[in-house]
Protein backbone atom coordinates (compact mmCIF):
# COMPACT_ATOMS: atom_id res chain seq x y z
CA UNK A 1 0.00 0.00 0.00
CA UNK A 2 0.96 3.72 -0.79
CA UNK A 3 1.67 5.50 2.34
CA UNK A 4 1.61 8.78 0.32
CA UNK A 5 3.17 10.39 -2.90
CA UNK A 6 7.46 11.88 -2.13
CA UNK A 7 7.69 13.65 -5.88
CA UNK A 8 7.63 13.21 -9.28
CA UNK A 9 10.78 13.16 -11.43
CA UNK A 10 11.83 14.19 -14.62
CA UNK A 11 14.91 14.29 -16.67
CA UNK A 12 15.54 17.38 -18.47
CA UNK A 13 18.06 18.85 -20.75
CA UNK A 14 19.68 21.63 -18.44
CA UNK A 15 18.56 21.79 -14.80
CA UNK A 16 19.26 25.05 -14.16
CA UNK A 17 17.78 26.87 -16.67
CA UNK A 18 14.77 24.98 -15.87
CA UNK A 19 15.38 25.60 -12.13
CA UNK A 20 15.40 29.32 -13.05
CA UNK A 21 12.21 29.09 -14.99
CA UNK A 22 9.94 27.29 -12.68
CA UNK A 23 11.49 29.77 -9.88
CA UNK A 24 11.38 33.01 -12.01
CA UNK A 25 8.58 32.47 -14.00
CA UNK A 26 6.09 30.10 -12.44
CA UNK A 27 6.90 31.01 -8.99
CA UNK A 28 7.90 27.73 -7.79
CA UNK A 29 10.79 27.08 -4.88
CA UNK A 30 13.94 25.62 -5.78
CA UNK A 31 16.36 24.15 -4.04
CA UNK A 32 20.07 24.99 -4.74
CA UNK A 33 21.61 22.08 -7.16
CA UNK A 34 23.14 19.36 -5.92
CA UNK A 35 25.13 16.16 -6.96
CA UNK A 36 24.21 12.72 -5.38
CA UNK A 37 27.16 10.15 -5.13
CA UNK A 38 26.77 8.12 -8.70
CA UNK A 39 26.75 4.73 -6.81
CA UNK A 40 23.67 5.82 -5.01
CA UNK A 41 22.26 6.81 -8.19
CA UNK A 42 23.67 4.08 -10.20
CA UNK A 43 22.15 1.52 -7.29
CA UNK A 44 18.85 3.52 -7.15
CA UNK A 45 18.09 4.16 -11.21
CA UNK A 46 19.76 0.86 -12.91
CA UNK A 47 21.90 3.37 -14.92
CA UNK A 48 25.54 2.46 -15.03
CA UNK A 49 27.56 5.52 -15.01
CA UNK A 50 25.20 8.36 -14.33
CA UNK A 51 26.47 11.46 -13.26
CA UNK A 52 23.82 13.56 -12.08
CA UNK A 53 22.66 17.29 -11.33
CA UNK A 54 19.33 17.13 -9.42
CA UNK A 55 17.15 20.24 -7.86
CA UNK A 56 13.82 19.58 -6.23
CA UNK A 57 11.30 22.22 -6.95
CA UNK A 58 8.44 22.88 -4.81
CA UNK A 59 4.83 24.29 -5.09
CA UNK A 60 1.49 23.95 -2.55
CA UNK A 61 0.93 20.29 -3.01
CA UNK A 62 3.33 19.65 -5.15
CA UNK A 63 7.28 18.14 -5.44
CA UNK A 64 9.32 17.69 -8.33
CA UNK A 65 12.80 16.30 -8.73
CA UNK A 66 14.71 17.93 -11.95
CA UNK A 67 17.32 15.81 -12.78
CA UNK A 68 20.18 16.47 -15.57
CA UNK A 69 22.31 13.71 -16.69
CA UNK A 70 25.71 14.50 -17.67
CA UNK A 71 26.54 10.65 -18.26
CA UNK A 72 25.92 8.46 -19.78
CA UNK A 73 24.29 10.51 -22.33
CA UNK A 74 20.87 10.36 -23.91
CA UNK A 75 19.53 8.22 -26.22
CA UNK A 76 17.49 11.29 -27.68
CA UNK A 77 17.70 14.61 -27.89
CA UNK A 78 13.71 15.45 -27.33
CA UNK A 79 10.77 14.43 -25.17
CA UNK A 80 8.31 12.35 -27.47
CA UNK A 81 4.93 14.02 -28.33
CA UNK A 82 1.60 14.14 -26.28
CA UNK A 83 0.21 10.66 -28.35
CA UNK A 84 3.82 8.86 -27.79
CA UNK A 85 3.86 6.34 -25.12
CA UNK A 86 5.45 6.96 -22.11
CA UNK A 87 4.86 11.20 -22.50
CA UNK A 88 4.33 13.07 -19.67
CA UNK A 89 3.27 16.42 -18.97
CA UNK A 90 2.66 18.60 -15.68
CA UNK A 91 -0.49 20.09 -15.21
CA UNK A 92 -0.82 23.72 -13.49
CA UNK A 93 -4.16 25.63 -12.65
CA UNK A 94 -2.69 29.28 -13.20
CA UNK A 95 -4.74 32.97 -13.00
CA UNK A 96 -4.34 33.88 -16.32
CA UNK A 97 -3.37 31.35 -19.36
CA UNK A 98 -2.70 34.08 -21.73
CA UNK A 99 -0.16 36.19 -19.69
CA UNK A 100 1.98 32.73 -18.70
CA UNK A 101 2.39 31.53 -21.76
CA UNK A 102 3.62 35.16 -23.20
CA UNK A 103 5.78 34.92 -19.99
CA UNK A 104 7.09 31.32 -20.56
CA UNK A 105 8.05 32.65 -24.17
CA UNK A 106 10.83 34.30 -22.79
CA UNK A 107 12.55 30.94 -21.21
CA UNK A 108 11.68 29.10 -24.67
CA UNK A 109 8.55 27.88 -24.09
CA UNK A 110 6.26 28.11 -26.93
CA UNK A 111 2.12 26.54 -26.81
CA UNK A 112 1.01 23.81 -28.97
CA UNK A 113 -1.35 26.26 -31.06
CA UNK A 114 -2.20 29.62 -31.83
CA UNK A 115 -5.65 29.69 -30.03
CA UNK A 116 -6.14 28.96 -26.48
CA UNK A 117 -9.54 27.08 -26.25
CA UNK A 118 -12.15 27.20 -23.93
CA UNK A 119 -12.98 23.78 -22.44
CA UNK A 120 -16.44 23.25 -23.14
CA UNK A 121 -17.53 19.99 -20.93
CA UNK A 122 -16.20 18.08 -17.57
CA UNK A 123 -14.88 19.42 -14.30
CA UNK A 124 -12.54 21.96 -16.22
CA UNK A 125 -15.44 23.09 -18.37
CA UNK A 126 -15.27 26.87 -18.89
CA UNK A 127 -11.70 26.95 -18.11
CA UNK A 128 -8.82 28.05 -20.63
CA UNK A 129 -6.16 25.34 -21.95
CA UNK A 130 -2.98 24.98 -23.72
CA UNK A 131 0.60 22.71 -23.55
CA UNK A 132 3.45 24.54 -23.86
CA UNK A 133 6.16 22.89 -24.54
CA UNK A 134 10.50 24.21 -24.57
CA UNK A 135 12.61 22.98 -27.45
CA UNK A 136 13.46 19.56 -25.79
CA UNK A 137 9.82 18.29 -25.39
CA UNK A 138 9.33 19.22 -21.90
CA UNK A 139 5.63 19.93 -21.51
CA UNK A 140 3.30 21.56 -19.20
CA UNK A 141 -0.66 22.40 -19.51
CA UNK A 142 -1.39 25.82 -18.67
CA UNK A 143 -5.60 25.92 -17.40
CA UNK A 144 -7.11 28.79 -15.53
CA UNK A 145 -8.50 32.30 -16.59
Not at 89 to 111: C, I, M
Amino acid sequence: MVIEPLHIGFTVADVRAMAAFMHDCLGFEVTEPRRPPATSIEEVTGVIGADVELVYVSAPGLTMELLQYSSPPSATLTGGRPCDVGAAHLALKVSNVADLVQRASVYGFEPAGPSLPVIAAGPNQGMRATYISDSHGFTIELMGG
